[in-house]
C-alpha cells in the first residue's frame, strides 16, 4: 500500500541557508500534518491543511511557511536557518470522514542538519 | 485541547503484559483518546482509539473507565519488538487537525 512519502532524507544546510522539505501524502487523505521531533524530544506540531487550506498552527517559527499544492502535496519551507532547527522533520496525512479524524500516518522523515 | 500525563519510562521483561495508564483529567465530551508507538528516527504509528468502555486489536487493548480521566494501553505478552516510546493523545476527533504529541512513555523490554 502507498505510504506517505518524503523528500529528502536527509538534508545538510549552512546557517542562514533556507530549505523545503516535500510530503506527498497517501492518495484520497485529505489532510497533512508537519511535525519537528529535535534528539531525545518528543514530536511538536507545526502546522496542518486540510483540503489545501491551513487548518491548525502549532509552534512554527515565522521563519518557517507551508502550503498544500492542488496535487495535495505539501511543501515546508525554512529560512534563515538556525543551527537549533536541526532535527527530523516528519509529514503525516490522513483522511476526514464524517468529520473524524481517524489514524495519522506518517512518513519515515527528513533529517535536517545545520551547520 | 485535554493535557496528557504518562509515566516517564517503563521496564518489562519478555513475554510480561505491559499496561501503560495515561491521566487526561479534562477530557471533553467529544475527545477521543489515541495511542501512538514511535521507534528511534522513525514516525508515530497508530496503536489503537477509543472513546469508552474497551477496545481491542490485534496488538493492544484500550481500557477507559467510565469517567474518562484515564486510559490504560495494554500490551499482551511483549517481546524485545516492542521497546519504543508510546504517546497518548487526546483531542476531538471533529476538529482533530491540531494533533499534539506530549511525554510519551519510554518502554524497555528486558530478556
Known amino acids: 500500500a502507498a505510504g506517505v512519502i518524503q523528500s529528502p532524507r536527509h538534508l545538510i544546510k549552512e546557517k542562514r541557508e533556507t530549505a523545503t522539505l516535500k510530503c506527498y501524502p497517501i492518495?484520497?487523505?485529505?489532510?497533512v500534518y508537519w511535525y519537528q521531533q529535535g534528539p531525545g524530544q518528543d514530536p511538536q506540531f507545526l502546522i496542518s491543511?486540510?483540503?489545501?487550506?491551513?487548518?491548525d498552527k502549532g509552534s512554527i517559527p515565522d521563519r518557517f511557511s507551508a502550503q498544500q499544492f492542488s496535487d495535495y502535496h505539501s511543501e515546508l519551507n525554512m529560512s534563515s536557518l538556525e543551527l537549533g532547527d536541526s532535527a527530523l522533520y516528519f509529514c503525516a496525512s490522513s483522511l476526514i470522514l464524517d468529520g473524524y479524524t481517524g489514524e495519522l500516518f506518517f512518513g519515515e522523515g527528513s533529517r535536517l542538519t545545520v551547520l | 485541547l485535554a493535557k496528557t500525563t504518562q509515566p516517564i519510562s517503563m521496564d518489562s521483561y519478555e513475554g510480561q503484559e505491559v499496561n501503560i495508564t495515561c491521566s487526561h483529567n479534562n477530557i471533553a465530551t467529544n475527545d477521543y483518546i489515541t495511542w501512538y508507538q514511535q521507534f528511534p528516527s522513525q514516525g508515530p504509528r497508530f496503536i489503537i482509539q477509543?472513546?469508552?468502555t474497551k477496545v481491542t486489536n490485534e496488538v493492544a487493548s484500550l481500557f477507559i473507565p467510565a469517567d474518562r480521566k484515564s486510559s490504560t494501553l495494554s500490551l499482551p505478552r511483549v517481546s524485545l519488538s516492542d521497546t519504543a516510546v508510546y504517546y497518548c493523545?487526546?483531542?476531538?476527533?471533529?476538529?482533530?487537525?491540531?494533533?499534539?504529541f506530549g511525554t510519551g512513555t519510554k518502554l524497555q523490554v528486558i530478556p
Open positions: 491543511f486540510y483540503e489545501k487550506m491551513q487548518s
Open positions: 477509543g472513546y469508552k
Open positions: 492518495p484520497r487523505h485529505d489532510t
Open positions: 493523545l487526546v483531542g476531538d476527533a471533529g476538529g482533530y487537525q491540531k494533533v499534539t
